[in-house]
């Protein structure tokens, strides 16, 4: 019955790593697929754990019929609702089979799941889900480019898990530093804003940018919306040096934004107080009936 009971759907299922690398199952969501006619679904969600996670006495496990060889696991976007997950080498209908090779078929703090059973050859395809830093089919070779610590400047070293080995690990860099193995130091923009004049504003824009030469476009280097107006603007860019026109694009109505210049510099850092200085609108600066002719 595919009109009222959808047989397929879509699992994400989450895993924790705990003490001495080892995995633990937590959970999963799952989403049926409604048109399963169709050649192709697109899925698109967002991965929420629900109020109750974390509460043991809300657990949808709390009570359950999952047997021995098996553990009962929430499905956190259905209320109250869990599934049994096989025990680690139990596969099949209510965890009743058994397959014997995932006792030494993984390596070491890997978990040994059965994929599906081959009825031609009559063997169970067992597979490994590996812990970090590991991989391969059983999870017996090892990531070991982040062991000599290739990220500077207190940089978190992350393996990639690329087959082809080029890129092996990548580089998460503080805030201050940028680069493949953050060994670049950013340019820094820090700007205190002394208002001459008080402004109601309902909410300002920040505009960073770099100005393209020979042409003179602008190109926007870093935006941000604050509510009301910031008294001070902090940003650290990717680059050697800052952006080099800062704006600020002031709402004190919905209908016409005020726009303040806050600085205009060539440099490797900016640091200043300033009180930016407002741009008149192009309309005030023409007489009433005049035309420009082109």
Same mark, same amino acid.
């Given at each position: 019955d595919v009109l009222n009971h959808h047989p397929y759907s879509v699992h994400f299922d989450v895993f924790s790593l705990g003490k001495n690398n080892t995995i633990k199952e937590v959970g999963s969501w799952h989403y049926p697929i409604y048109f399963d006619y169709l050649p192709a679904f697109h899925l698109a969600v967002?991965?929420?754990?629900? *109020?109750? /996670?974390?509460?043991?006495?809300?657990?949808? =496990?709390?009570?359950? $019929?999952?047997?021995?060889?098996?553990?009962?696991? *929430?499905? /956190?976007?259905?209320?109250?609702?869990?599934? =049994?997950?096989?025990? $680690?080498?139990?596969y099949g209908k209510d965890c009743s089979w058994y397959e014997p090779r995932c006792e030494h078929y993984c390596a070491d703090n890997a978990l040994c799941h059965i994929d599906k059973y081959d009825s031609h050859i009559r063997k169970a395809n067992p597979s490994c889900l590996c812990t970090m830093g590991r991989f391969g089919a059983r999870c017996y070779l090892k990531y070991d480019d982040c062991d000599s610590n290739p990220c500077l400047n207190n940089g978190t070293c992350l393996s990639t898990y690329d087959r082809s080995g080029e890129v092996s690990y990548i580089c998460n860099c503080s805030v201050q530093f940028y680069g493949n193995e953050c060994q670049n130091e950013k340019a820094s923009v820090n700007v205190a804003l002394n208002m001459t004049s008080e402004l109601a504003a309902l909410a300002t824009v920040v505009q960073l940018y770099d100005i393209a030469i020979p042409s003179l476009m602008r190109l926007i280097q870093h935006q941000r919306v604050t509510y009301g107006f910031p008294s001070t603007i902090t940003y650290n860019h990717p680059d050697a040096y800052a952006p080099y026109l800062g704006v600020l694009k002031v709402y004190e109505d919905l209908v016409r934004p005020v726009y303040f210049i806050m600085y205009l510099l060539h440099q490797s850092e900016i640091n200043i107080t300033t009180s930016p200085e407002r741009c008149p609108h192009a309309s005030s600066l023409l007489h009433t009936g005049e035309f420009i002719d082109k």
């Open positions: 967002v991965l929420k754990f629900p *109020p109750w /996670f974390g509460n043991a006495t809300l657990d949808p =496990c709390l009570e359950n $019929s999952c047997n021995n060889n098996s553990t009962c696991m *929430p499905v /956190f976007n259905q209320n109250h609702s869990y599934y =049994c997950s096989c025990k $680690s080498g139990y």
